[in-house]
């Protein structure tokens, strides 16, 4: 059964330092995967998808890297800012388009 | 990407009685499936809501708990029956044509 793991599960970092998030699975046979970001109380904001054969995506201050082989995944934030503080979760995509979550990181950038 | 939609953005509703949440999605999708997300929890797949047929259910849910319409490609019902205490989460709805899922704003439901 897949399972994934975000590490660590809450981050508390002061405003304009570069950080990384990580996320592991089990499975490496995995479709896509797909970080989100969660704001308190609200739904998933899609940030960056990595199709299983890309080793990474990149938008703005953010970058998605994935290594199938080593079942892990990592999402770097630079210059990081208040308003980056929300939970960020990985999930895996299978091909008939389910999600398998992580936990989430919990991110607070402190001003 | 998709724009999603929920109605009710959420609602308390009295042990036993049970309640609709209404997703509507801007552009038909091939895709939809309904997550719970209990409190202090990251997401859990109910089921997936297949267009014109029965929505196919993962371990633990059941039919007669968490009935699901899906009429047409841009429109999916979810209905909590039954309500108890235990039941109160956000409820989302996810659409997608492709790789990429977009999730709509959720419903927190609150159950006393």
């Known amino acids: 059964k897949q399972e994934v793991t975000q590490i660590p599960a809450a981050l508390s970092v002061p405003e304009g330092e570069n950080l990384v998030l990580n996320c592991s699975f089990t499975d490496s046979a995995i479709y896509n995967l797909q970080w989100f970001r969660q704001d308190p109380g609200k739904g998933l904001t899609s940030l960056l998808l990595i199709q299983s054969s890309q080793r990474e995506q990149t938008s703005g201050r953010l970058n998605a890297s994935l290594d199938k082989s080593s079942g892990r995944s990592t999402l770097y934030i630079a210059a990081s800012q208040p308003g980056d503080s929300a939970t960020y979760l990985c999930a895996l995509v299978s091909q008939g388009g389910k999600l398998i979550f992580g936990q989430g990181t919990e991110l607070s950038v402190k001003p | 990407s998709a724009v999603i939609s929920q109605k009710p953005s959420r609602d308390i509703c009295q042990r036993g009685t049970s309640l609709t949440i209404q997703c509507q999605v801007d552009s038909q999708v091939t895709m939809m499936f309904w997550y719970r997300q209990q409190p202090g929890q990251s997401l859990t797949l109910i089921a997936t809501?297949?267009?014109?047929?029965?929505?196919?259910?993962e371990s633990g849910f059941v039919i007669d708990k968490f009935p699901i319409s899906r009429p047409n490609l841009t429109f999916s019902t979810l209905t909590v029956s039954n309500m108890s205490p235990e039941d109160s989460s956000i409820y989302l709805c996810?659409?997608?044509?492709?790789?990429?899922?977009?999730f709509g704003p959720g419903t927190r439901l609150t159950v006393l």
């Open positions: 996810s659409a997608g044509t492709g790789a990429e899922q977009f």
């Open positions: 809501a297949n267009q014109g047929s029965e929505a196919t259910y």
